[in-house]
Structure formats: structure tokens, C-alpha cells
């Protein structure tokens, strides 16, 4: 996986806060041969829709979270990748996984 940043991220010199202005969602993001992939894998009826329509609605998610003023950060996701982390963890491809996959990840996959 590699990290996109959609909207600049600025570094934090000083003791750990935690304000909506520090928050960065990362989202995950696949490509056309990826997301056939995660399908071929997953029972998730969300990983079953064709791809044109996942990525419209991505955008969609993408753009109503900058309108409300956070910040993301696209996670280029292999789709393989992805599923041996579910085995590992013994847990179902799903987009509940999914979503626990790209917050354990380190910040330089």
C-alpha cells in the first residue's frame, strides 16, 4: 500500500494533540485490477459492485468529508495484501476489515 495524500498533512513538532484540525481519514483506494481482486475474495456485497460505480461514490465520500473541513489521505490497497491480513487475523473480507487493515498499517507502507 502507499500513502496519497489529498490534502497537505502538516507535521506536529510540538506535545500530542488531538483537534478535528489534526484528523486525517484515510481512505482506502484500489484500482481497476485491484478491486476485481478484493472481490474475487470477499462475500462483501460492497466489494461486488462494479468498479466505475465503487469509485463515483469513493469521490463522492471523499468530497462531502472536505466540505466538512478534514482532511484524508488515499491508501493504495493490495487487494492480495489485504486478504492475507484477514487470514492472519482470522477475520472475513470485509469492509469492516478493510477499514481496521488501513488504520493498523503503518504510516510508511
Same mark, same amino acid.
Given at each position: 500500500m502507499t500513502r496519497k495524500p489529498t490534502s497537505p498533512v502538516p507535521g506536529n513538532d510540538g506535545p500530542a494533540s488531538s483537534t478535528l484540525d489534526d484528523l486525517v481519514v484515510r481512505v482506502p483506494w484500489?484500482?481497476?485490477?485491484q478491486w476485481l481482486v478484493l472481490g474475487q475474495h470477499s462475500g462483501d456485497p460492497r466489494f461486488h459492485m462494479p468498479y466505475?460505480?465503487?469509485?463515483?461514490?469513493? %469521490?463522492?465520500?471523499?468530497?462531502?468529508?472536505?466540505?466538512?473541513?478534514?482532511?484524508?489521505? %488515499? #491508501?493504495?490497497?493490495?487487494?492480495?495484501?489485504? #486478504?492475507?491480513w484477514c487470514c492472519t487475523m482470522d477475520e472475513p473480507v470485509t469492509s469492516a476489515a478493510l477499514a481496521r487493515y488501513i488504520t493498523a498499517c503503518p504510516d510508511d507502507f
Open positions: 484500489f484500482s481497476r485490477s466505475g460505480q465503487w469509485r463515483r461514490e469513493a %469521490k463522492s465520500s471523499l468530497a462531502s468529508i472536505h466540505r466538512a473541513g478534514i482532511r484524508t489521505c %488515499k #491508501v493504495d490497497v493490495d487487494a492480495a495484501s489485504f #486478504v492475507r
